[in-house]
């Protein structure tokens, strides 16, 4: 419910979900992925980078635990990357605009050349 509810309001968004469920990667390193760092005919991903998102600030930094992983894709989120794939070739095209050559999988930007903004947590005071 909670996935075509995500899918319904945002497919993007949706994607971005169904990813973190089957993977397992944290909200910033599926934020920070590009598409040089998928397989998609071996069925892998690799996870090498992070995005920081606080306000004022974004950057890319490393993995929280400091290490680059390679994962096995299942098939049905295989399909998923596929679909979201195809929907950013499409944006980009109607936009009249060609891919970034190292292009976010999640991006707000028609050409993917910038990760995709999550919104930051607000920070407790002490």
């Known amino acids: 419910m909670l996935l075509e509810a995500c899918d319904a309001a945002n497919p993007d968004l949706g994607t971005l979900v169904y990813a973190a469920l089957t993977t397992g990667c ?13 397989d998609l005919e071996r069925g892998t991903l690799i996870v090498a980078r992070s995005l920081s998102d606080v306000p004022g600030d974004v950057s ?7 290490a680059t992983r390679r994962m096995a894709l299942d098939v049905s989120t295989v399909e998923v990357f596929r679909r979201q794939r195809e929907r950013v070739e499409e944006r ?21 050349s910038i990760p995709y903004r999550q919104t930051a947590s607000p920070r407790r005071s002490p």
């Open 26 to 38: 944290r909200r910033g390193e599926l934020c920070g992925l590009r598409w040089t760092d998928t």
């Open 60 to 66: 890319v930094k490393d993995t929280k635990t400091h």
């Open 92 to 112: 980009a095209r109607l936009a009249g605009v060609d891919l970034d050559p190292i292009a976010c999988v999640w991006s707000q930007a028609m050409d993917c």
